[in-house]
T-cell receptor
């Protein structure tokens, strides 16, 4: 039982490049989330999906798009990466009040 | 979501109880108090949550004051593995529980 799996674990991009962060959960949870964490800061919600087929903006959605591909998978896309998007990205899922987090993707944009 | 206030850091000797305070004076009636922790750079881990009654599970106890304006997370016998950043979050439950993380309390457990 893997829980929440994020790929890749590390990524370096050049400014303007695009990439998609992948997240999959095997707990049959309805809700999924994307957060970012900057150094010394708490996590901030980028987007969430309350259920398959729905997505909503969180606190810091600008510069990102998401796709809830199916119940298991929720991807985060950076269309044109900027240095300000250098961060650690965490995906989470929940059924009820408890959120389960992945190990994170460490992204550097040069 | 109600704002929460936590001390930036605390120390605790191994084997002793760690008591982590949280102030949430503007909490509304439908907001629960959640505690998560983040060990090193891992993803956050759920610890416990409560509405108004004290709660206990295998990891910790949560004491919420009667007026619900503050709470305390208690790790009864802290170990070195409990060294982490602890986040106190006030949030309503719903179909999707959107959590607002502050900067938390960095707990250092020492020998």
């Amino acid at each position: 039982n893997a829980g929440v799996t994020q790929t890749p674990k590390f990524q370096v991009l050049k400014t303007g490049q695009s990439m998609t962060l992948q997240c999959a959960q095997d707990m049959n949870h309805n809700s999924m989330y994307w957060y970012r964490q900057d150094p010394g800061m708490g996590l901030r919600l980028i987007y969430y999906s309350a259920s398959e087929g729905t997505t909503d903006k969180g606190e810091v959605p600008n510069g990102y798009n998401v796709s809830r591909l199916n119940k298991r998978e929720f991807s985060l896309r950076l269309e044109s990466a900027a240095p300000s998007q250098t961060s650690v990205y965490f995906c989470a899922s929940s059924e009820g009040v408890i959120q389960y987090f992945g190990a994170g993707t460490r992204l550097s944009v040069l | 979501d109600a704002k929460t206030t936590q001390p930036p850091s605390m120390d605790c000797a191994e084997g002793r109880a760690a008591n982590l305070p949280c102030n949430h004076s503007t909490i509304s009636g439908n907001e629960y108090v959640y505690w998560y922790r983040q060990i090193h750079s891992q993803g956050p881990q759920y610890i416990i949550h409560g509405l108004k009654n004290n709660e206990t599970n295998e990891m910790a106890s949560l004491i919420i004051t009667e007026d619900r304006k503050s709470s305390t997370l208690i790790l009864p016998h802290a170990t070195l593995r409990d060294t982490a950043v602890y986040y106190c979050i006030a949030s309503p439950t719903g179909t999707a529980s959107k959590l607002t993380f502050g900067t938390g309390t960095r707990l250092q457990v020492t020998l």
